[in-house]
């Protein structure tokens, strides 16, 4: 089992999902992962609950504003990343070109955030931890496991976030798109992989990968709940995967690991 307590800068720490509907989302992936969700305390501020397998946090669960669903914002699970300091990445990342979505702001005494879009087009959280670390289990079944960006400019996506978090890649050879791994810290951690014609008008964005023990099983179960099969299960290097959406639309990945794989 892999417990975290601390997220080094530049790790991704924790995805939360912001939905069109806190309710049916809960229901969702309750039955979908057998998560529970725990209510927070936010203060006067929007309603959010902690999604936890067992003891463990695992990802967490808010609704999108009215502003946002009249807007017709799509509900979408948002990838976090670990840093010292939430303004001064900020600042840094305005200067290496990308557009502060959601300007650094305290969550209670959790952490400090802030919502930055690459030059590329891809969205992400920066995360500054308090008494939030983050994901306490990842790399297990029903637990985060990969964070993915798929990008039209792969080339100046890797220079941004090099810049910005100090992150080194490798190609990915398997992969039948330019793909390229990134590494922090010598371990693989996540992926950068080139949008082809094939996506359409589809916009660059984050994907959050979650581990499962049976990939079929998960798809048939997400089918029955109401969600959405984007891709059908099929066979990787380290595993099988699939691409899914929940009641409300919002897009994620499954990974059942073959033997002792692991995607980081």
Known sequence: MTVRTSYAPGEFCWVDLASHGIAAARDFYRDLFGWTAEEQDTQGGPPYSLFKS??????????????M???????????????????????????LGAEVIVPGMKVVEAGWLAFLQDPTGGVFGIWQAGEHCGSS???????????????RDREGARTFYSSLMG???????DSPSPYDIIMIGGEQKGGILEMNEQWGDIPPQWTVYFCVADVDATVARASELGGRVNVPAFDISVGRLAMLADVHGAGFSVIQLQGDSKMR
């Open 137 to 151: 289990l990842v790399d297990e079944p029903v637990a985060p496991t990969w964070n993915e960006l798929a990008t």
């Open 167 to 173: 992150w080194d890649f490798q190609p990915n050879p």
């Open 69 to 95: 669903k009249s807007q017709g914002v799509p509900p979408s699970w948002n990838t976090y990343i670990s840093v010292e300091d939430v303004e001064k990445t900020v600042a840094q990342a305005a200067e």
């Open 54 to 67: 067992g003891d463990h946090e695992v990802a967490g669960l808010g609704e999108m504003n009215d502003v």
